[in-house]
């Protein structure tokens, strides 16, 4: 979903999901961040952008939009093994300060059966505590790690060696 602004900027853009009460049926929005990247040299490919669509921010609560931009929001939907089978229909609202508040309709449909919890495809992503304590500094810390192990496991992603990491307890 994007989030567009048509005759002027857009502030304290807020939003929200609504209608998903079911039992084992889980589904979110978050707004999605930019990386500039550079053309490496001596490279000459040109590239549409510089700026590419890229971290989720789910630690925002708002954010403005100006004019002429636009700002996306990520839709997750997860569904557990306890979730109903079936349609299941709910929607995302987003407002913004004076502005009415828009939404659109989402539906998820849960087919009758439940992946496997063992994965047979193995995938290890080479993420280590070093590589993670590079980035973060002191920031990352064991609830940080969990975090992150829990958003690949969610997404039946490998953490590998990392998840074991004793200096993480």
Not at 18 to 23: I, K, M, T, Y
Not at 36 to 60: A, C, G, H, T, Y
Not at 105 to 123: G, S, W
């Amino acid at each position: 979903v994007v989030v567009v602004p048509v005759d002027a900027d857009l502030t304290g853009v807020r939003w929200r999901i609504e209608g998903f009460d079911s039992p084992g049926l889980r589904v979110s929005a978050v707004p999605v961040g930019y990386v500039k990247s550079r053309i490496p040299q001596p490279v000459s490919l040109p590239m549409p952008s510089e700026w590419w669509p890229d971290p989720l921010l789910d630690f925002l609560t708002t954010f403005d939009v100006p004019r002429g931009q636009c700002q996306p929001l990520w839709v997750d939907v997860h569904a557990s093994a306890d979730a109903a089978p079936g349609a299941h229909t709910g929607r995302l609202v987003v407002s913004a300060e004076g502005v009415a508040a828009r939404s659109i309709a989402i539906r998820v449909q849960v087919y009758d059966f439940t992946l496997p919890v063992e994965q047979n495809l193995k995938t290890v992503w080479g993420l280590t505590t070093s590589m993670f304590t590079k980035l973060y500094g002191d920031g990352f810390d064991r609830e940080m790690a969990f975090d992150l192990y829990d958003l690949l496991l969610d997404h039946r992603l490998a953490a590998g060696a990392a998840a074991a990491d004793e200096r993480l307890g």
